[in-house]
């Protein structure tokens, strides 16, 4: 389906804005971990879904990439977040989960 880049894409932008707002709205209330690992099971779903030719190990490196990258953007004085190495596990934890 050739439009499941496109949701891909369209949810990596929501999910990179969600974690740099300074002040992100409260969409459901649950625990920071879940929010993290409910991320990056849909985005790693909807990576392997949209990108069936790419091998599991190099989605893997993709979306932890991301992770990272997420926490140490959230490491920039002017958004006032947090950045946590258990978030990054957590984020790695969906990843591995839904790729196997």
């Not at 599991?56 to 990272?68: E, K, N, S």
């Amino acid at each position: 389906m050739k439009a499941l880049p496109v949701v891909f894409w369209l949810t990596l932008v929501f999910t990179m804005v969600m974690a740099l707002l300074p002040q992100p709205p409260v969409v459901l209330e649950v625990n920071d971990k879940l929010q993290h690992m409910a991320a990056f099971a849909a985005l790693t779903l909807l990576a392997a879904v949209s990108f069936p030719k790419l091998r599991y190990r190099h989605i893997f490196v993709a979306m932890a990439a991301l992770g990272a990258a997420i926490e140490v953007l959230q490491m920039i004085p002017s958004l006032q977040r947090d950045a946590q190495v258990s978030d990054w596990l957590a984020d790695c934890a969906a990843i591995i989960a839904v790729l196997f």
